[in-house]
């Protein structure tokens, strides 16, 4: 008989859920803002590029964490079903037309039972990678709420523990006042429950030609 080389990873195999958040690239529907400063059709292979690499990236985790990708529109079921062949992320279908009740649902469905951890990501920022994926993943061992803030205080990156999950109706609020940056209202929410909040390092979204410029230019400075 052959034994698995690590018996505690074949034990909690797909313990952890990780939601990749987008719309299926189509021209006219992704990144209108970005398309209005640099054309439709490069705005959508721009985004096109960044949400694969997403998907690429999470596809080099490990076995015990099981990958999907929430898309915005449920008429694109066939075209993303081909888009995520071979790729080992699943298709999961929208369940509402509000992205935010979308993540909240997808949350409930698929922490259950044996499933313990569960984060979900955009896929316009360009700069998230694999590390930064399982640093978010181990940050759930000893806390009960993962963030990711982006540069104008939006959300890259949520992540909760799912004994933690009957609070998703707080944080994934449609009725909640937008005028509130969304990781300010998250963190309110963190501060209010008492909850204990490992925060990633800040990162950049695309959504407009300025920030596309801003990316550019921050990694030719790396280079």
């Known amino acids: 008989m052959i034994f698995p080389k690590n018996l505690h990873q074949l034990l909690n195999m797909n313990n952890k859920v990780l939601i990749a958040a987008g719309r299926f690239p189509k021209e006219g529907i992704s990144k209108t803002r970005l398309a209005l400063d640099i054309g439709d059709r490069a705005a959508v292979d721009f985004y096109r590029q960044c949400a694969q690499h997403v998907l690429n990236e999470a596809a080099k985790l490990t076995l015990d964490i099981k990958s999907y990708f929430l898309?915005?529109?449920?008429?694109?079921?066939?075209?993303?079903?081909?888009?995520?062949?071979?790729?080992?992320?699943?298709?999961?279908?929208?369940?509402?037309?509000?992205?935010?009740?979308?993540?909240?649902?997808?949350?409930?469905?698929?922490?259950?039972?044996?499933?313990?951890?569960?984060?979900?990501?955009?896929?316009?920022?360009?700069?998230?990678?694999?590390?930064?994926?399982?640093?978010?993943?181990?940050?759930?061992?000893?806390?009960?709420?993962?963030?990711?803030?982006?540069?104008?205080?939006?959300?890259?990156?949520?992540?909760?523990?799912?004994?933690?999950?009957?609070?998703?109706?707080?944080?994934?609020?449609?009725e909640r006042d937008r005028d509130i940056p969304a990781f300010d209202f998250a963190m309110r929410i963190i501060k209010e429950k008492g909850l204990s909040c490992y925060q990633l390092p800040e990162l950049l979204d695309v959504d407009t030609g300025e920030d596309l410029k801003r990316w550019q230019r921050h990694n030719l400075r790396v280079v």
């Open 71 to 174: 898309y915005a529109d449920s008429q694109d079921w066939l075209a993303v079903s081909k888009w995520l062949k071979g790729t080992g992320v699943r298709r999961l279908p929208p369940t509402n037309v509000d992205i935010e009740q979308n993540i909240a649902d997808a949350f409930r469905r698929l922490l259950v039972r044996e499933r313990t951890k569960g984060i979900c990501v955009a896929t316009d920022v360009p700069d998230l990678n694999s590390r930064l994926l399982r640093e978010a993943f181990d940050a759930l061992d000893n806390c009960n709420v993962v963030i990711g803030r982006d540069h104008k205080d939006g959300v890259y990156l949520f992540g909760i523990q799912r004994r933690q999950k009957k609070l998703l109706p707080d944080f994934f609020n449609s």
